[in-house]
Nanobody, 128 residues
Framework: QVQLVESGGGLVQAGDSLRLSCAAS????????MGWFRQAPGKEREFVTA????????YYGDSVKGRFTISRDTAKNTVYLQMNGLKPEDTAVYYC?????????????????????WGQGTQVTVSS
């Protein structure tokens, strides 16, 4: 069982940076792939980025590539999402997720289905 708690959301202006954190409970944190997804009002939940359990592989959605960076600190059981160059279209509720993903590849990590555990979400609002 894994519990996830996100923090770090807020209201910022376009071009600003923000760092989200996701603290995970449990002793097997390193065995889980961690992902960030987001959902804007009236839209489906969208893949943002993910990192393998080992931390060796990362994946990014096209809309955030080059602006967002995912990282994990195994000692702190925490995954981070550094968001730079924020745009109004980044406005959404951001969710942290954990799942056991055994095969590499963007398609496996970007799919919602492998993620069994989800946080409650944190709101990010970017004003123009």
């Amino acid at each position: 069982q894994v519990q996830l708690v996100e923090s770090g959301g807020g209201l910022v202006q376009a071009g600003d940076s923000l760092r989200l954190s996701c603290a995970a409970s449990g002793r097997t944190f390193s065995s889980y792939a961690m992902g960030w997804f987001r959902q804007a009002p009236g839209k489906e939940r969208e893949f943002v980025t993910a990192i393998a359990g080992s931390g060796g592989s990362t994946y990014y959605g096209d809309s955030v590539k080059g602006r967002f960076t995912i990282s994990r600190d195994t000692a702190k059981n925490t995954v981070y999402l550094q968001m730079n160059g924020l745009k109004p279209e980044d406005t959404a509720v951001y969710y942290c997720a954990a799942g056991r993903i055994y095969w590499s590849g963007y398609g496996n990590y970007a799919d919602l289905k492998p993620y069994n555990y989800w946080g409650q979400g944190t709101q990010v609002t970017v004003s123009s």
